[in-house]
């Protein structure tokens, strides 16, 4: 990995977020004018008019788009007129409790998709591989929010084992992370599966065996190094189903994230917050993505190499 | 009664031993063999695809394992590494090493052995090297495993290795990865890795075939400069008979799963006792000429092993065919040391 490697992936994920800036400002002057949709129906022009002025809409769009990025450049994500606050101050407020939740269920979705899918290649064909592939269907077909439900059914009301809403312990987290992380450790867990199983397949593995390196060393040392490059890149991209997720299943515990926020922000026309929200998990996204690219780069030394650095 | 047993009767009748089972003084040095194969039988199902195969290595000797692509090379060579893959496996024989029974023994005791006592090193240099580990910690690994070395005396011993197989720069190239080197030079690290132990076996399997000319001779003098320093034995699997000529000092020619002639390889090549081994050395010979007034290939491909003749698998592209090939022929004496399992192989002159 070199330099010019991370730079060009840094580059790309600047421009990534210049436009996904600009994607969310173009989607929120489309979906209607925000002072109408505020204000009463019988409001007087001149009110209107005041709101619009005070909130800069009656400037020309490129003008508003240059006030806009100096806004978020200067940490203004606006003012939601809901709470009376800034609403990057109310955003970052139900942040850690995403974060909890939201790595709670990351990590679970790790130890779980990954050991299901090594138990499975390592035991192809015969009842454990059968028995994680059946999993694995069920965690896909099954929507987060509906899983969730049954959840709570089961553990809260039918056997009363764990509580369905709020936060406070550990016990409060179990439910919504089992239900967040689900899909997502099915979906590591079959490619998890896939790829071990091509690469255990490779001339390099029966190099190994034939060097006399012990299973386990050859599964740790040759075997997972080398199917870690299409497993990292589906864990990458499912983050983005992780915060999606994230929305979705926080209000069925209500769990006071930043997922409920929205939600409820949606349904009060709090725009400033749904632009804040938005762009928070846009920036996750660029972020996370970014890192990704340079986690592949250090498992693939063949990935970011320069023109004349192979002296073949 | 077993073809297997009617074989050994009918090699014992004839009284002259295949050079295989006990080998005559004037072919391999009466000492222990380090490797012995005997009646080996691979195969998938009910198909065999290597049958009663027995071979054996002496000490510092060199063994060319001959024959056209598809004969059973390969597997035999697999086979005595003990690392055959589903579905094909061992139906019969034995494999020893050093005296020791290695058919029966359980993965983890052939782990054990397998890079420390016999080595094996592959066709496709680049494809058998690990691709995202540096090639020096892959020399270093087999030190690791088998002598308990720690990462850094391995890596130490890896680049000394590594200059040893000719690699210039080897401190350096110890740290690349296995697309920043050559195919030739992926091969000298496939070599320092079979050689990290100090196996007393080595088997190279078409070593060189993926190699250009030039590399290929490289390699090869590598090979047998190594092998007379350390006194190595070793098993080369190769088609090509300008190879064999470089490296051998016995030569056995496979046909269709079975050895069809052995020999040591001054012999093979001046006097060839099967019709099968004529026609290899046809082949070359038109192909050094390259005035080939007649057809220089043997004619056919080799039978897949679940179509194959009875009798002599080669007689359906045999110029000496008769009837009586139909019963399978038994290896017998042909010369001093030279074996061949062919009905109208009578002794040399």
């Keep these: 990995m070199n330099l010019r490697f991370i730079l060009t992936k840094l580059f790309r994920a600047f421009l990534t977020l210049v436009l996904a800036v600009t994607f969310v400002f173009v989607v929120l002057r489309m979906s209607g004018d925000p002072v109408t949709q505020m204000l009463p129906d019988d409001a007087p022009p001149s009110v209107i008019a005041q709101y619009r002025e ?12 240059v006030h806009y990025v100096v806004g978020i450049l200067h940490g203004d994500f606006g003012f939601s007129f809901r709470d009376d606050r800034p609403a ?4 970052l407020e139900r942040v850690p409790l995403t974060l909890e939740l939201g790595l709670t269920a990351f990590g679970l979705t790790l130890i779980l998709g990954l050991g299901a899918g090594l138990l499975a290649a390592l035991n192809r064909g015969t009842g454990v591989d059968h028995a994680t592939m059946a999993f694995t269907i069920f965690g896909h077909s099954m929507p987060n929010f509906f899983l969730g439900i049954l959840l709570i059914l089961l553990f809260a009301m039918t056997w009363r084992i764990l509580p369905s809403s709020g936060t406070g312990t550990w016990a409060h987290l179990v439910l919504p992370a089992v239900t967040l992380g689900t899909s997502y450790a099915a979906t590591v867990a079959r ?65 006071p994230g930043i997922g409920q926020l929205l939600v409820n922000a949606v349904a009060a026309r709090d725009l400033a917050i749904v632009q804040a929200v938005v762009l928070l998990i846009a920036f996750t996204m660029v972020v996370v993505n970014f890192l990704v690219d340079i986690t592949y780069g250090w498992l693939d030394p063949r990935i970011g190499v320069v023109r004349g650095e192979a002296n073949a | 009664m077993t073809v297997d047993v009617l074989e050994r009767q009918g090699v014992g009748s004839a009284g002259a031993l295949p050079a295989t089972r006990t080998p005559p003084a004037d072919t391999a040095p009466a000492v222990e ?9 691979v195969g998938t199902g009910n198909v065999d695809i290597v049958i009663d195969v027995s071979l054996a290595v002496a000490p510092g000797e060199t063994l060319c394992l001959v024959g056209e692509s598809g004969c059973g090379k390969s597997l035999t060579c697999l086979a005595a590494m003990g690392l055959l893959a589903d579905p094909v496996r061992l139906k019969a024989g034995s494999v020893s090493l050093q005296g020791r029974e290695l058919t029966g023994l359980d993965e983890k005791h052939l782990r054990q052995i397998r890079g420390r006592d016999m080595a094996m090193i592959f066709q496709d240099p680049a494809a058998s090297l690990n691709p995202v580990q540096r090639v020096g910690r892959q020399v270093a690994e087999a030190l690791v495993v088998h002598e ?3 990462m850094r005396a391995a890596m130490h011993r890896a680049v000394e290795l590594l200059d040893r197989v000719g690699i210039v720069n080897a401190t350096s190239r110890a740290e690349a990865y296995p697309h920043q080197l050559s195919g030739g030079m992926c091969q000298r690290v496939m070599i320092a890795m ?3 132990c100090r196996p007393r076996l080595i088997i190279a399997d078409e070593s060189t075939t993926a190699l250009d000319v030039t590399t290929q001779a490289q390699i090869l003098k590598l090979m047998k400069t190594l092998q007379q320093e350390t006194g190595t034995a070793m098993i080369f699997v190769t088609h090509d008979l300008s190879v064999v000529a470089e490296i051998a000092d016995r030569v056995a020619v496979m046909y269709s799963g079975r050895i069809v002639e052995t020999g040591l390889v001054d012999d093979i090549f001046d006097h060839p006792g099967h019709p099968y081994t004529r026609g290899l050395m046809d082949c070359r010979l038109h192909a050094l000429s390259a005035t080939s007034e007649r057809l220089a290939a043997i004619a056919g491909t080799v039978p897949r092993p679940a179509a194959r003749p009875s009798g002599c698998a080669f007689r359906t592209r045999c110029p000496k065919a008769a009837e009586r090939c139909e019963t399978l022929p038994l290896p017998r004496g042909f010369a001093a040391g030279q074996t061949v399992a062919c009905h109208f192989s009578g002794p040399a002159q």
């Design chain 1, 54 to 65: 005070m909130w800069g809409l009656d400037r020309p769009l490129p003008e508003q788009y």
């Design chain 1, 88 to 91: 990057l101050d109310v955003v």
């Design chain 1, 191 to 255: 490619f998890t599966r896939s790829s071990l199983l091509e690469v255990l397949h490779q001339p390099f593995m029966r190099t190994a065996r034939a060097k006399g390196v012990p299973f386990r060393r050859s599964i740790l040392g040759h075997a997972l190094p080398n199917a870690g490059i299409p497993i990292v890149t589906v864990v990458g991209l499912r983050i983005g189903a992780l915060v999606g997720g994230a929305v979705v299943v926080e209000p069925v515990f209500a769990w």
């Design chain 2, 33 to 41: 063999p380090v490797l012995s194969i005997d009646g080996l039988s």
């Design chain 2, 148 to 150: 308990g070395l720690g």
């Design chain 2, 194 to 196: 079979a050689l990290a």
